[in-house]
């Protein structure tokens, strides 16, 4: 079974930091670009972050300097390091894979564009307030 699940949400104060994680079962993740996205009450999806099957990294510009997104292989997971967090940021963050790629197929890039990706976690609650 195919599987992402996020963990490490919760509410923090602005300013806070939380870290968030986006575990893979059934399948390998490095295989795949891995994207973060989130949705706000009566706002549409959109893409925050990226991590490439080639190792590269992306960001909405709203999030530059702030987040930072990484990938343990050994643990199959990628996280996603939020800091300087501001009420804007609240919202169902979710993670999601495009692929696989392999071989010359691997791409030194990736794209936070939500139709492209085709699996799904959960999504997990992060709300930043005082």
């Known amino acids: 079974q195919l599987q992402l699940v996020e963990s490490g949400g919760g509410l923090v104060q602005p300013g806070g930091s939380l870290r968030l994680s986006c575990e893979a079962s059934?399948?390998?993740?490095?295989?795949?670009?891995i994207g973060w996205f989130r949705q706000a009450p009566g706002k549409e999806r959109e893409g925050v972050s990226c991590f490439g099957s080639g190792g590269g990294t992306n960001y909405v510009d709203s999030v530059k300097g702030r987040f930072a997104i990484s990938r343990d292989n050994s643990k199959n997971t990628v996280y996603l390091q939020m800091n300087s967090l501001k009420p804007e940021d609240t919202g169902i963050y979710y993670c999601a894979a495009l692929g696989p790629f392999f071989g010359t197929h691997v791409r030194a890039w990736c794209v936070t564009e939500a139709r492209t990706y085709s699996k799904w976690g959960q999504g997990i609650q992060v709300t930043v307030s005082s």
């Open positions: 059934g399948f390998t993740l490095h295989n795949y670009d």
